[in-house]
């Protein structure tokens, strides 16, 4: 899968110029090598109005030989790249149980943890590493 477009802050994926070339080349480079079922593309979701793709695109994409994703935000993006649910956040900040939010939630606080026993192992004096 390509990736094109931009995220803000707030893990929304923003609008992008040249859809339709972007597509165009990635689907060109997929079908040198020969396509699949498995090539497509991930793009922002307010540019899919703006598709006009040739009609050898459109083709393979109701075959399911080439895909086009269009998503609103990165967890998304991410559920679609892992195949493994990004988990929406509680009022509390928790995430679900093995969702992948949870997961790097769970291994940032594990590094945290691996600094604060270095730095005490270390009498408080770090490299600041």
Same mark, same amino acid.
């Given at each position: 899968?390509? *990736?094109?477009?931009? =995220? +803000? %802050? ?5 609008p992008i110029?040249? /859809?339709?070339?972007?597509?165009? &080349? ?15 593309? *991930?793009?922002?979701? =307010? +540019? %899919? ?8 695109? /459109?083709?393979?994409?109701?075959? &399911? ?6 998503v609103h ?5 991410i559920e ?50």
């Open positions: 899968l390509a *990736i094109t477009g931009s =995220v +803000n %802050q707030h893990g929304q994926v923003q110029g040249g /859809v339709n070339e972007k597509i165009e &080349g990635f689907y060109d480079i997929c079908c040198s090598i020969g396509l699949d079922g498995s090539q497509g593309v *991930i793009i922002p979701a =307010v +540019n %899919q109005r703006h598709l006009m793709l040739r009609e050898d695109i /459109v083709e393979a994409a109701a075959d &399911g030989l080439f895909h086009i994703y269009a935000n990165a967890d998304e993006a679609l790249l892992t195949g493994i649910p990004a988990g929406e956040a509680d009022i509390a900040g928790g995430f679900p149980a093995n969702s992948l939010n949870w997961r790097v939630a769970n291994r940032l606080l594990e590094l945290a943890q691996l600094r604060q026993d270095f730095a005490q192992r270390n009498n408080g004096v770090s490299d600041n590493a």
